[in-house]
């Protein structure tokens, strides 16, 4: 069914909220409403991307009419040493408006990925334009099946729940818990979102996992988070790595 922005700017009236039949990606456009000082909250959303970005520069598959694509401007005291932090707490949000909408419990994989039972159904990217910083969320919602590359790793909340769920209401649900964990983050630190973020995630602590380093795999047991939000890894070369980027999965 085709997405009814009309309803949600009735429920969110006080928002700019751009919605595209079909865009290349909604990062590339709330940059630009960014950079024209369009106000903080602005959404631009579509119902399929193009061109949809994924961390790393991977694509992010963006199937017409069934997933949510969005991006949303956020402008706070944050600043760039932040993004990770800011990271963690969209992953936060994202899993709490998924629970409200759907009673989907998720789980979260550092640094960005929000998981059920194992498999990726949202993803977040996070960049700045300017003081801005512009908050993509990417939410697998109606997709009945995925890509054969991607059948493996991704799920989707009506293949995970066994029905549809409205998109309409999971973007005004993602809103709130967007502006709530942001205004967390600002108001009281990290410490409020390392510990929730730590409580929401089986893979902050005691997880065996391998880390992709470019070139090199490190692979270890996972150790908490430091204060900047990133993942402290017990290697199996008795070395403690504090882990900036890269792709986190399982290992034995
Ligand atoms: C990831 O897990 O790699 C991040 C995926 C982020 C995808 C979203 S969809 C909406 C926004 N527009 C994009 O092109 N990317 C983000």
Redesign the pocket.
């Known amino acids: 069914m085709q997405f009814d922005a009309g309803w949600v700017r009735t429920v969110l009236p006080e928002r700019r909220i751009e919605w595209f039949p079909t865009i290349d990606?909604?990062?590339r456009e709330a940059s630009l409403l960014a950079a024209a000082g369009s106000p903080s909250g602005t959404m631009v959303g579509a119902e399929e991307?193009t061109a949809?970005?994924?961390?790393y520069g991977?694509a992010?598959h963006?199937e017409c009419g069934t997933g949510l694509?969005?991006?949303i401007v956020l402008r706070n005291r944050l600043v760039a040493g932040d993004l990770p932090l800011m990271t963690l707490a969209l992953g936060l949000a994202t899993s709490e408006a998924i629970a409200k909408t759907t009673d989907l419990a998720c789980d979260l994989r550092w640094p960005?990925?929000v998981l059920i039972q194992s498999k990726k159904c949202a993803?977040?990217?996070t960049q700045l334009e300017g003081s801005a910083i512009i908050a993509?969320?990417?939410i697998n919602v109606n997709q009945s099946s995925f890509p054969e590359k991607l059948d493996e790793i991704a799920t989707s909340l009506r293949l995970m729940s066994g029905r549809l769920h409205s998109r309409e209401q999971l973007l005004v649900e993602l809103a709130a818990s967007v502006d709530s964990f942001s205004a967390l983050l600002e108001k009281e630190g990290s410490e409020a979102i390392l510990a929730m973020f730590s409580r929401a995630s089986s893979f902050v602590y005691g997880r065996r996992v391998a880390v992709d380093q470019g070139d090199s795999v490190l692979r270890g047991t996972t150790a908490g988070l430091n204060a900047s939000g990133f993942l402290i890894l017990d290697g199996d070369d008795g070395r403690q790595n504090v882990i900036l980027a890269g792709g986190v999965r399982p290992c034995s």
């Open positions: 990606s909604t990062m991307q949809g970005v994924g961390r991977r992010w963006s694509y969005v991006s960005n990925d993803g977040i990217l993509g969320i990417g």
